[in-house]
C-alpha cells in the first residue's frame, strides 16, 4: 500500500513538473518552437537558425509583444537541438507540440530532419514551417507543413541548366552522401535533369558515399578517369572542403558545382582557397543585396560578427511568415488546438509575402514559389550573385 | 595496349589512396592491441582517444604555428607539433588507465570492458562543451605540394603520411622487442600472475602501455588533420570501430597482425569502391572480413593460448 501511495506522488510530481501551464495562472504566451542542429553535424546552421530566431525576437519584444487582433500577447521562443539527427528532430518536435504547447514550429532545417518530424507536427495538428529542407517529401499531403525555400525538382534542373549553358559541358559526375535524405534525393534529381538534356549515359560517374566518410579517394578517383568536365556534389560545409581537396590532389581539374547547402557562412572557412571560384545554387546571395535583405544583412552581422547565410535569413522568413500567419488568423483563444488550426489556415492563405530571400506564394502543398540564385565564391570568399533562375 | 597502361595508372593511384588510408587503421589499431596485450580488455575509448589527441595537436600546431612561422623551418615546427602532441596525448592514455581500468580491474570483465565506451563518451562531450560544436579547420603543418607521375597523382603530404605511419610501427616493434620495457609488456601478456610476482608492476605496465597507444595515435590524429584537415568530437568513432576490426583480424593481442589488418582493411575499403558501386562499399568490404574471420576465427597472428587462459 506505501508503495502504491508513494508511485502516486512520484507520478504526481512528474506530472507537475511537465505541465506547469496547468497549474501557473492563466496569461496566455505565444510559444513558437525552434527545432534546429545545435550540435551535431552542422552545428553552424542551428547557430544561424538560433541567431535569426532571436533577432525576431528582439523586434518583437521592443514592439511590446506580438499584437493579435488588439491585443498585444508576449512570445516566447522554445529552442530545442535536433543534434542533427533524424530519430532527435521527431522528439524534439513531440516535446514541443505536447509539453511546451507550442503554437508553430520553425524548423528542422535539412530533409533528412525535417522529413520525419513533418510527420509529427501534421499528425498532431500544428504548423510547421521547414526554411531550409528542399526535399518535396516534407510538405507531400501534410497540410500542416510548409517550407521557406523551393524544392529539390526545382532546384536540381537550375543546377544542370546552368552548368550547360555556362561552361557547355555534356558529362557530369555526382559524388554524394547516399544516406542523407537531402543529397540522395537532389542528386538522383539532378541526374534526371542532366540526362533529358544531354542524353542517356551523360552521368559518367554516379558515386556515392555515407555519413561521417572521410576519405572520398576511391570515388573520386573513379570520377577523374570518368573523363567527367564537371562534378556536382551536393553535401554540407563539413564535407565539401573536404571533397574538394581530395579532388584538387587526385588531379581533378574541372570545376566542382553544388547546391543550397554550400550556403553555410562555414563553407569557406573551412575549405579556404580551394573553394574560391566554384558556384553553387542557392536562396540568396549576401554580397550586394538591397533592401530589406541589406538591412537584415548588416543588423545580423553587428549583432554576431558574420554575415548571415542562406539559413539564417529564410528562418527570418519563416518566422515573420509564421508572425503573419498568427496576426492573420485574428485572435488568440487560448485553445492551443484551436489556435494551431487557425494559425495554418492563415499561412496557407499568404499571397505574394516579401520574405527578404523573395516573394512567397504557397502552393496547395505549402511549397513557396520563388527564385533560385547561382551565387560564386569569388576571390575574397564572399557569397557574389551571379546569375538568377525562375520558375 | 593504351587501355592496359590505363588500367596499371588506376590500379597504382588506388594503391596510393589504399595505402594513406590504411596507415591510420594500422597506426590506431595497434593501440587496441597493446592494450589487449597486456589487460586482455579491448580499450574501447582508443578512438576517443585518438580524437582527443587531434584536438591537442591541432592545438599545439595553432600555437606553433602563431608563434614561429617565418623564422622556424616548417618541418622543425612539425617535428615539435608531433613530439610535445606525443607527450601530451600520453597523459591522456594514462589518464583512462588510472582513472578508467585501474579501479575496475578485479571487477567482472563485462564492467571493465564498458568503461572504455563511457570514457569515450565523456571525452566526446567534453571536447563539446568546451569548444562547441563548431567544426575546426586543421592547419597545414606543410604546404601540400601535388605531384603527377605517369598519370599517378599524390601529394607530398600523403607520401609523409605514409612513410611516418611506416616508421612508427618500425619503432613500435623495436621498443617492444629490444627495451627492457618492452619485454616487461611482453612478459605481462604471456602470465599476468607471474609477472607481477617477479616484481613487474602491473601498475607500472599497464599505464606504459596506454600511454605508448594514446601517443601513437595522437600522431595519427595529426596526419589525420594533414589528410582531412575538419575536426569534430566524433570523428573517432568510425575511425575507432575500424581500427578495432583490424586489431580482431590481426589477431588479438598481435601487434603486427594489428599493423597488416588496418593495411588491409585500408586495401578493401578502396578497391571495394573502384571495383563495385560505392554505395555497397561497407556492406561488400566487411562482408569480405567477416568471411575472413569465419576461416581463421582467431585473425592472422592470433594466439591460441590467450583464448585458454582468459577469455
Known sequence: MRKIACLVVVAFAFAMMFTPSAFSARKTIIKIGINAPMTGDIPKVGEGSKFAALLWLEDIEKAGGLEVGGKKYEVELVIEDNESKAESAVKANMKMITQDDVLAIVGPQSSKQAIPAGEVANKYKTVMISPWSTNPSTTLDRPYVFRGCFLDPFQGPVVANFITDEFGFTKAAVLYDVASDYPKGLAEVFKEAWEKKNGAGSIVAYESFTTKDTDFSSQLTKIVKSGAQVLFTPQYYNEVPLIVRQAKDLGWKGPIVGSDSWGSAETVELCGKACYGLYFSSHYAAAGAKGATKVFIDRYTKAYGYVPDDVAALTWDALRLTQQAIQDAGKITGKIEKDRIAVKDALANIKNFAGITGNMTFTTEGDPIKCAVIVKINDSGEYEFYKSSCP | ?311
Open chain 2, 1 to 311: 595496349m593504351e587501355s592496359f597502361i590505363e588500367l596499371g595508372q588506376y590500379i597504382l593511384q588506388n594503391l596510393i589512396n589504399a595505402l594513406q588510408r590504411g596507415s591510420f587503421y594500422a597506426v590506431i589499431s595497434i593501440g587496441y592491441s597493446m592494450v589487449y596485450g597486456v589487460l586482455m580488455l579491448f580499450n574501447f575509448a582508443h578512438g576517443d582517444i585518438f580524437m582527443v589527441g587531434t584536438y591537442i595537436g591541432f592545438g599545439i600546431a595553432t600555437l606553433f604555428l602563431a608563434l614561429f612561422a617565418g623564422f622556424l623551418p616548417g618541418p622543425l615546427i612539425f617535428l615539435a607539433t608531433v613530439i610535445i602532441t606525443m607527450f601530451l596525448a600520453s597523459w591522456v592514455g594514462v589518464f583512462v588507465e588510472v582513472a578508467g581500468y585501474r579501479p575496475l580491474r578485479s571487477a567482472p570483465r563485462a564492467s571493465a570492458a564498458i568503461t572504455g565506451l563511457m570514457i569515450g563518451i565523456i571525452f566526446e562531450t567534453g571536447i563539446l562543451i568546451l569548444l562547441g560544436a563548431k567544426r575546426l579547420s586543421f592547419p597545414p603543418l606543410m604546404e601540400s605540394i601535388a605531384y603527377n607521375i605517369g598519370g599517378i597523382y599524390f601529394t607530398n603530404v600523403k607520401v609523409m603520411i605514409i612513410v611516418i605511419s611506416l616508421l612508427l610501427m618500425i619503432a613500435v616493434h623495436t621498443f617492444i622487442q629490444k627495451t627492457k620495457w618492452g619485454m616487461a609488456m611482453r612478459a605481462m601478456s604471456y602470465d599476468f600472475l607471474a609477472v607481477p610476482l617477479m616484481g613487474v608492476s602491473i601498475n607500472i605496465i599497464a599505464p606504459l602501455t596506454f600511454a605508448v597507444g594514446a601517443g601513437l595515435a595522437a600522431v595519427a590524429g595529426i596526419l589525420y588533420g594533414q589528410a582531412y584537415p575538419i575536426l569534430d568530437p566524433y570523428m573517432g568513432v568510425i575511425v575507432g570501430w575500424k581500427a578495432f576490426v583490424a586489431a580482431i583480424l590481426g589477431g588479438r593481442g598481435s601487434i603486427k597482425g594489428a599493423a597488416l589488418a588496418g593495411y588491409l582493411i585500408g586495401f578493401i575499403e578502396i578497391f571495394v569502391a573502384t571495383i563495385f558501386p560505392s554505395t555497397l562499399r561497407d556492406l561488400i568490404a566487411y562482408s569480405i572480413i567477416l568471411l575472413i574471420l569465419t576461416f581463421r576465427p582467431r585473425g592472422f597472428f592470433g594466439m591460441e593460448h590467450s583464448t585458454k587462459l582468459r577469455l
